[in-house]
């Protein structure tokens, strides 16, 4: 952990995990040259692509990086999807495709934990759930630090007794997924501001915390360590990178004014996400929760919709600060989070 924290001390930013396409190698070895730490995604991936993109970033550059991963969850109960997958009917119809089917998936969750073992990059994160203790012991022992993504006190409280090194804080204000470790959309406490949650995790570890959430500008930098946070992991300030692999409609509307701003959705995947308010958020508010059956059950629909060129069937994440996101180079985006000259 120590070389991590010295990294991070000369630059506190951490250019985040992005699954679903944001994430390249280009964009960890952009991050990378820059001082920052990048992170490649595993997120939606098969362990053979992740091994792939981190020979690609060991090949450009020999400098640390991370690699994040998706903890699986429980399948869900079939009956509870009928009436969403149902609702969906008439929306694959207009797009001329059908439905995914529902399943669920690990996410090739063993295949990845071999191969980050056997080649263990500097950091592994997970989000969605913390590991068993024998895991993150492993991962310890095979050479990375491990962080888990926390979004309340009560899940820094588990991360920090099964033997985490670091915590992502990741408050509400943030782009994409939460990270809760359930998916349920009825349970959990509510969410507070990172600021608040950062001192409210701070009370209950004295692990070193990662803040993420809307942290565009060198400001949020300096507010995010004063609350007592080590570093700071953002997401939507480098979406329009062009380094980012972000699809180029979602680029264009992070930055399109007639979308009147984010919410919080299980629309898409079954999962609290934050995105861009369009269409399909605002055609179904009511819908389960259900990771990630749901999100193989719409993915259809998001691909023909983004063929399409219908911004209003894609899921459009963003964080709440997605204005001030830039299309500058990454390097010029770290030097200007983190106030050193890039
Ligand atoms: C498009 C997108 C995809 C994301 N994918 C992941 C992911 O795969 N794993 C993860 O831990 N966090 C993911 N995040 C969340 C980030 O780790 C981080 O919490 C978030 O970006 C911080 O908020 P910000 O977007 O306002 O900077 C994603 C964020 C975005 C914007």
Redesign the pocket.
């Known amino acids: 952990m120590a070389d991590v924290l010295q990294r991070l001390a000369r630059c506190p930013v951490v250019v985040?995990?992005?699954?679903?396409?944001?994430?390249t190698a280009g964009l960890v070895l952009a991050a990378s040259a820059a001082g920052a730490l990048g992170?490649l995604?595993?997120?939606?991936k098969t362990a053979a692509a992740m091994r792939a993109e981190m020979d690609a970033v060991r090949a450009g550059r020999d400098a640390p990086f991370g690699v994040?991963v998706?903890v699986p969850g429980p399948p869900t109960d079939r009956a509870a999807l009928d009436g969403y997958l149902a609702e969906l009917g008439p929306d694959a119809a207009a797009l001329g495709v059908a439905p995914g089917q529902p399943e669920w998936s690990d996410d090739d969750w063993d295949a990845k934990l071999a191969a980050l073992l056997a080649r263990p990059p500097a950091v592994v994160?997970?989000?969605?759930g913390c590991p068993e203790p024998g895991i993150i012991a492993a991962l310890q022992a095979a050479g990375s630090v491990v962080w888990a993504?926390v979004t309340t006190p009560g899940e820094a409280a588990i991360a920090a007794s099964r033997g985490a090194d670091g915590l992502?804080v990741?408050?509400p204000?943030?782009?994409?997924?939460r990270?809760t470790f359930t998916a349920d959309r009825h349970a959990g406490t509510p969410a507070v501001p990172l600021r608040r949650l950062l001192a409210d995790v701070a009370a209950v570890t004295s692990l070193p915390l990662i803040a993420?959430?809307?942290?565009?500008s060198r400001q949020d930098v300096t507010s995010a360590l004063a609350a007592g946070a080590v570093a700071?992991?953002?997401?939507?300030?480098?979406?329009r990178c062009p380094e980012s692999g972000?699809h180029p409609l979602?680029k264009a509307a992070l930055a399109d004014t007639q979308f009147p701003g984010t919410a919080v959705t299980w629309a898409f995947t079954g999962r609290p996400a934050?995105g861009l308010v369009n269409r399909f958020m605002l055609d179904h508010p009511d819908a389960p929760s259900g990771y990630p059956e749901v999100h193989f059950a719409t993915r259809p629909l998001r691909a023909a919709a983004a063929a399409a060129g219908d911004t209003g069937g894609m899921n459009l994440?963003?964080?709440?600060?997605?204005r001030a996101a830039t299309t500058r180079p990454a390097a010029e985006v770290v030097a200007l989070l983190s106030g050193g000259d890039g």
Do not use: I, K
């Open positions: 985040a995990p992005m699954a679903g396409g944001p994430s992170f995604a595993a997120g939606y994040n998706f994160s997970f989000t969605f993504t992502c990741q408050g204000e943030a782009g994409a997924h990270g993420a959430g809307a942290v565009m700071v992991q953002c997401g939507t300030a480098f979406l972000a979602h934050r994440w963003a964080g709440e600060g997605h």
